[in-house]
Each structure stands twice: as C-alpha cells, then as structure tokens.
C-alpha cells in the first residue's frame, strides 16, 4: 500500500513538473516573440 501510495504520489509530481517546465518554456518563447517584435 505504501509503495502504491509513493506511485501516485510520484506520478503527480510528474505532472506538476513537466506541466510547469512546458509553462516556462511557453512564456520564453513569449518574451521572445516580444522581443521580436519590439
């Protein structure tokens, strides 16, 4: 039960993580279109 609690656990992180990195990189490219255009 532990390990399948740490599983889930793990799996979430995962998410959080790779939904915060493609955030990032969406706004970089963002401030770079700006940058562009200015």
């Not at 390990?3 to 995962?14: F, H, L, P, S, V």
């Amino acid at each position: 039960m532990n390990a399948q609690i740490n599983q889930k656990n793990a799996a979430r992180i995962n998410t959080i993580i790779h939904a915060s990195l493609s955030h990032i990189s969406h706004r970089n490219a963002f401030i770079a279109w700006i940058a562009r255009r200015s």
